[in-house]
């Protein structure tokens, strides 16, 4: 049983690495704070592994943890690797992805991705879950372990409750993930510090960036209820783009009357970063998947290009109709 399994190695393996996928978003960082907090109360040797570096207003939830970014030259050793909010090596990025899926350690996936892929011993994947902090508490349930959590874990597994839910607003939000808030609450926790923390730390910027995007960069589709934001690297840079910057700017979309599904485009270095957001009988990871060499949830999904932005949105032109 995967529960005495997983229970036995946690008991037994001193030395945990705790990573999560490249871009970390609230729930990943979430995601590794509650576990490492778990790993300190527990007295295990731990370390935070990112693929690349969190967006600053994420940061202040690392402070007093041991973190860092991943580098090819140098040597990680531990007994556990947990994967923490992602369901395949390919997540964490090109250069880490090899490392992951090669190490030499048992390896525990804990994540909501639907078609988790098989490379962890033990995988605990559940795709109704909310978020990645909802199955991490879920998993504490299971091992009997919900009396370990302290408010160090409680401010990881809300974040990432808070962000994956748009706060507690989306499908996905069930009675249980309530009753999990109201845990966390039970124990302290003061929920408008983290929603502060996340939401109100705007640079004028950055609230620039997004207020052009709508003004200026925003093509709708009524017909077919699509709508379409894309920034060019000349627009980030006119705007002093900092990562993070366009999180969560894909929802406006669906926030205007009629229509219910939304792309947002941002062009990079090497390629077009594409993010899909939709509701109702709409789904957008298998477009992702298909088209754009990404994926995610049925709402949610993501993916990537190789090419110019010009050409990115002449493909996705051409293709409203398989939305
Ligand atoms: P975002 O638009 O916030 O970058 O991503 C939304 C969701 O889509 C993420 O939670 C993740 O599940 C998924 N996702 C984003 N990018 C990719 C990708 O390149 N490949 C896959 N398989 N999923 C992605
Ligand atoms: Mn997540």
Known sequence: MTQNLLSSTLD???????????GPDGDAVGSVVAWAAYAKRCHKNYLILFPDQPAAYLCPFLEGYNWEVYDVNKAYHFDLLFALDYNAPSRVGQDMSDFVADYPAVKVMMDHHPGPEDFCQITVSNPKACSTTEVIYQTLETLAQLDQIDLHVAKGLYLGLLTDTGSFRFPSVSADTHRMAAHLLDLGLEHHLIHEAVYDVNSVTRLQLRGYAIAEKLQLYPNYRIGIMSLS???????????????????????????DLGVFLMETEDGVKLSFRSKGQRYVNAFAQAHFNGGG?????????????HTTLAKLASLLAQM
């Open 12 to 22: 037994s393996q001193q030395n945990w690495l705790i990573t999560t996928h490249k």
């Open 233 to 259: 690297k000349e627009d980030l840079k006119r705007f002093d783009y900092q990562k993070g910057d366009t999180e969560g700017l894909v929802n406006v979309i669906l926030s205007i009357e009629g229509y």
């Open 297 to 309: 949830h049925q709402y949610a999904a993501g993916g990537f290009l190789a090419a110019d932005l």
